[in-house]
């Protein structure tokens, strides 16, 4: 694996997703390529001499370019200098860090809240698509609202195509007559799966997701070692 360097790149693309998303496309410009393991973070600098961790989630077999996205509410200097980039402006970050990525285990679920399935994302597309992985494969995200709603049909997709892939959406604050899971997302693990020690679980998103889920799944028989967390606040 590539030990963690410099990179400068500029921004390809800039989507408004919706109220709470955004979406960034930076190609690099120097060094011209990134090798990292799905899962993986960069660092960039946002100014003042700070720094501020984004999930890369894009898969690796695209090395000249990275994809992000960032949750904007938070409205720090970090989520607000994302927010701020504009197309052909440049940006400085230090890759690959983190040490999240998917291990041996015999069944994988994967569990996100809010912007954490963006390393997620980067991990599916890798085994799904590139790996041809035939694990069983598990994922849950839970979202607030209808509206914070993206990337849904991307994983429905793929849950249709491929048979040992299924998806899961959960609201927390779902409209009337919702017809999926609603509540916190480790509610619908609880409700949905039976887990033993054959799985590895992957847990990304906000401290009291992954303390919760961490309990849930540890109880449920999954070994302390098989239980991976990126935690994003
Ligand atoms: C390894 C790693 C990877 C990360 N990857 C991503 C990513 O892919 N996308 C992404 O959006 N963020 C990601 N984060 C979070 C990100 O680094 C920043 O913490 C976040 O953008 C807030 O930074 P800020 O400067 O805007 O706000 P700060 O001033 O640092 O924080 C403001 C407040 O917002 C809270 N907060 C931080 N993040 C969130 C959030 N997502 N939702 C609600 N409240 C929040 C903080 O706890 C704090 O109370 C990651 C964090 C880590 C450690």
């Known amino acids: 694996m590539q030990k963690p360097q410099q990179f400068t790149g500029k921004v390809a693309e800039h989507i408004l997703i919706n109220n709470k998303f955004q979406y960034l496309h930076i190609e690099l410009t120097h060094p011209f390529r990134l090798e990292f393991e799905a899962g993986q973070y960069v660092s ?6 700070e720094r501020r961790s984004y999930s ?10 990275i994809e992000v996205c960032v949750d904007v509410t938070p409205e720090g200097k970090g989520s607000s200098f994302l927010k701020s980039l504009k197309p052909g402006d440049e940006v400085s970050f230090l890759a690959p860090l983190g ?3 998917v291990e041996d285990e015999s069944k994988l679920l994967f569990v996100a809240t809010g912007s ?33 709603m993206f990337w849904v049909e991307h994983f429905r997709k793929f849950h249709e195509y491929y048979d040992n ?15 999926l899971c609603a509540g ?11 887990l033993d020690s054959s799985w590895g679980v992957y847990l990304c998103g906000n401290k009291f997701m992954i303390d919760d889920a961490t309990k849930l799944v540890t109880k449920m028989g999954v070994p302390p070692e098989q239980i991976h967390t990126e935690k994003f606040f």
Do not use: N
């Not at 890369?56 to 370019?65: G, K, T, V």
């Not at 892939?165 to 017809?179: A, M, V």
């Open 44 to 49: 960039f600098a946002i100014g003042g001499g």
């Open 56 to 65: 890369i989630a894009s898969e690796p077999q695209i090395d000249s370019s």
């Open 99 to 101: 040490k999240f990525k």
């Open 116 to 148: 954490g399935i963006t390393p997620v994302r980067s991990m599916i597309l890798d085994l799904l698509e590139y790996k041809k992985d035939p694990r069983q494969i598990q994922l849950h995200w839970g979202l607030r609202h209808v509206d914070d």
């Open 165 to 179: 892939f299924t998806f899961h959406l959960t609201l927390s604050q779902p409209p009337e007559h919702w017809p």
């Open 184 to 194: 916190y997302v480790t509610d619908c693990v609880r409700d949905e799966l039976t």
